[in-house]
């Protein structure tokens, strides 16, 4: 039997797990890592719009001929990272994962995350091409048939969003999310913005019907006691939940003091990092209901799955940001493995020119496919190549006796 299948048929079959711990890939691979390319799909420039948005595409190339596709990050953050795993072996996508966060002197911020979270999902898509196997039978198989997911808008203006809300209803999604008002000439009435999105809550309500679900994003605009007045005004209205009422996003003590004061689900985390900035405290201490932090802005599938773990025990649901597509693809896999709730943010279903085959949308839901990795086919005839990176960096760090990575 070849090696390759016999990989296959020990990851498919009853022993999944137990299968892969037997196999030829419980050493490490004969495989090394030998170049990393990096694209931009929007100009020439090696912007991406918003950074934690990033379009950019990374490519890590093997010595194999295997290549996996990551997308997230900036040019100079990927350059960081992307050195200390030139010759390394890709399988060892937590040992890469450390020596990339912890490989330096300064630990990363939320930007170089982005780029670690796009690399270490490349990573995975290298390991799932050679076992000829999706992503999530790596993570555990199918919890899930689909993800369920919900439509995103911006500012609905109260004369059409109950309209737009069932629009959204129509076209299968589970729920529609959509922001309070928004500020004019860039002064933001907190007051009297309560009341207004209030108002356009109520029609949104009655345009998801009884067995429609809506959620309000705060957009992080409010301080407790207006946040506290906003929630206790639409607790009748039986949001899905309400997304960042605070300014203080990552304070455990502003979230217990709301949380003790009113009863609407509440969410966070778009904007935060690794476990330790933001989540823990809030999942931990039972202050959220559902997190909202994507891949890969947490580092990648290998921080993200830690993260699922931490709100698994804690009873909180995943509802990721939406973010770029390829990162988008391998954020299902890590849901379609995640045992809790789960729901999908989708801004727009649509996919960009560079990619021939992503995730799989249809009537509001996103299908989990059986293609091996993460289950794209990128173009890059339709990018501009802004980096190739083949140098690898010298990497200062310490291991402990047994030959894991531990600190600079």
């Known amino acids: 039997m070849e090696r390759r299948t016999f990989l296959q048929s020990s990851l498919l ?12 890939h419980a050493a490490p691979s004969d495989m090394k890592i030998t170049r990393v390319r990096v694209y931009n799909p929007t100009d020439t420039s090696g912007r ?41 072996d890709p399988f060892r996508t937590e040992y890469l994962w450390q020596r990339m966060y912890r490989g330096t002197f300064y630990p990363p911020g939320r930007e170089k995350l982005h780029a670690l979270g796009a690399l270490d999902c490349a990573l995975w898509d290298i390991k799932g091409k050679a076992l000829d196997v999706p992503v999530f039978q790596l993570l555990g198989g199918r919890s899930r048939d689909h993800v369920e997911c919900y439509q995103s808008y911006g500012t609905l203006d109260i004369r059409g969003a109950r309209a737009a809300a069932r629009r959204v209803m129509d ?51 409010f301080d407790l006691a207006d946040a506290i007045r906003l929630c206790k005004s639409i607790e009748s209205l039986n949001p899905y939940f309400v997304e960042d009422p605070l300014r203080a996003i990552t304070d455990p003590v502003m979230f217990q003091k709301l949380r003790n004061q009113v009863s609407v689900p509440i969410a966070a985390g778009e904007q935060f990092g690794d476990r330790w900035d933001g989540t823990q405290p809030l999942v931990e201490q039972g202050l959220i209901d559902h997190l909202r932090v994507a891949i890969p802005n947490v580092g990648g599938i ?12 804690h009873y909180i649901g995943l509802v990721p940001h939406f973010t ?44 989990p496919n059986d ?15 802004i980096d190739d990176i083949t140098q690898a960096a010298n990497v200062s760090g310490y291991s402990r006796p047994d030959g894991s990575f531990t600190t600079l």
């Open 13 to 24: 079959g009853a022993g999944a797990l137990a299968g892969l711990a037997r196999g030829a």
């Open 48 to 88: 991406s719009g918003w950074l934690n948005h990033s379009a950019i595409v990374v490519a890590v190339e093997t010595d194999s001929g295997i290549t996996g596709i990551g997308q997230g990050g900036t040019r100079d953050m990927i350059q960081d990272c992307a050195g200390s795993i030139i010759g390394q």
């Open 171 to 221: 076209q299968g999604f589970r729920a529609v999310r959509f922001h309070g008002i928004e500020p004019e000439g860039g002064v933001f009435d907190r007051h009297r913005a309560v009341e207004e999105t209030a108002a356009v809550c109520a029609e949104v309500r009655e345009g998801v019907g009884t067995n429609g679900d809506w959620i309000l994003d705060a957009h992080t605009r």
């Open 302 to 313: 290998t921080e993200y799955m830690k993260i699922a773990a931490l709100c698994e025990t």
């Open 324 to 367: 770029a597509p390829i990162a988008t693809a391998a954020v299902i896999h890590a849901v379609t493995a995640y045992s809790g709730p789960v729901l999908n943010e989708v801004l727009t279903s649509n996919l960009p020119a560079y990619l021939r085959e992503g995730y799989d949308f249809r009537n509001g839901k996103i299908y």
């Open 371 to 385: 293609r091996p990795g993460i289950g794209v086919v990128f173009d890059p005839e339709k990018t501009n190549l």
